[in-house]
């Protein structure tokens, strides 16, 4: 079947422009996460939905970031007034169940944005 | 979570058996040890998940010993597709502990 798609695959955007990433997860997956991923480093845990609960904002860096997750199935994050230092790829995960650490996630192919 | 220690890169021939070995010396009972594959360009993709002795799939084996403070995951035979960085991950089997905490993990170089 399909697995997490995301869009764009790339995104350039100027210093101070919002931008719109969006995640498709597994069709039925429950929970669905976001991270980060910057040159050459391991990832950051941005935020996790999980069916109708609240989502875990924990990993958010700044107030400039949010994701909401419509009809518990896409989701969008949203960076405001982006930073140069925001420019990572943004990868989106999503699990069956999301309850358990143990649960697979599946990551999706990823959005790099860059921040000129 | 748990902190990993895993060598940063590690080179290889096509045909050989690679043992990577990730040091956990924290870990806690309730502790499962998970490793993902990450190719260039792409998300990282869950390999093979352990919490004592040896497991083992179609993709590789991990060996936990008693302690459990290390663990070893093995492929075999390795082929140049098999280049691409190993993410070691430890973790609690409970509810709400669910992101993950990847290291920069070891990037393997599979060379002809």
């Known amino acids: 079947g399909a697995g997490v798609s995301q869009s764009p695959s790339n995104k350039v955007t100027e210093k101070g422009k919002d931008v719109e990433l969006r995640c498709d997860p597994i069709?039925?997956?429950?929970?669905l996460y976001w991270y980060r991923q910057s040159l050459g480093q391991g990832l950051e845990f941005l935020i996790y939905?999980?069916?109708?609960?609240?989502?875990?904002k924990s990993g958010l860096p700044s107030d400039r970031f949010s994701a909401e997750r419509t009809g518990g199935s896409v989701s969008t994050l949203t960076i405001q007034r982006t930073q140069q230092e925001d420019s990572a790829v943004y990868l989106c995960?999503?699990?069956?169940?999301?309850?358990?650490?143990?649960?697979?996630?599946?990551f999706g192919p990823g959005t790099r944005l860059t921040v000129l | 979570l748990a902190k990993t220690t895993q060598p940063i890169s590690m080179d290889s021939y096509e045909g050989q058996e690679v043992n990577i070995t990730c040091s956990h010396n924290?870990?806690?009972?309730?502790?499962?040890i998970t490793w993902y594959q990450q190719f260039p360009s792409q998300g990282p993709r869950f390999i093979i998940q352990?919490?004592?002795t040896k497991v083992t799939n179609e993709v590789a084996s991990l060996f936990i010993p008693a302690d459990r403070k290390s663990s070893t995951l093995s492929l075999p035979r390795v082929s140049l597709s098999d280049t691409a960085v190993y993410y070691c991950?430890?973790?609690?089997?409970?509810?709400?502990?669910?992101?993950?905490?990847f290291g920069t993990g070891t990037r393997l170089t599979v060379i002809p």
């Open positions: 995960a999503s699990s069956p169940l999301g309850l358990s650490y143990t649960d697979t996630q599946y």
């Open positions: 069709s039925g997956h429950t929970a």
């Open positions: 939905f999980q069916g109708n609960s609240a989502p875990d």
């Open positions: 924290n870990i806690a009972t309730n502790d499962y």
């Open positions: 352990g919490y004592k």
């Open positions: 991950l430890v973790g609690p089997y409970q509810t709400g502990a669910n992101n993950l905490f």
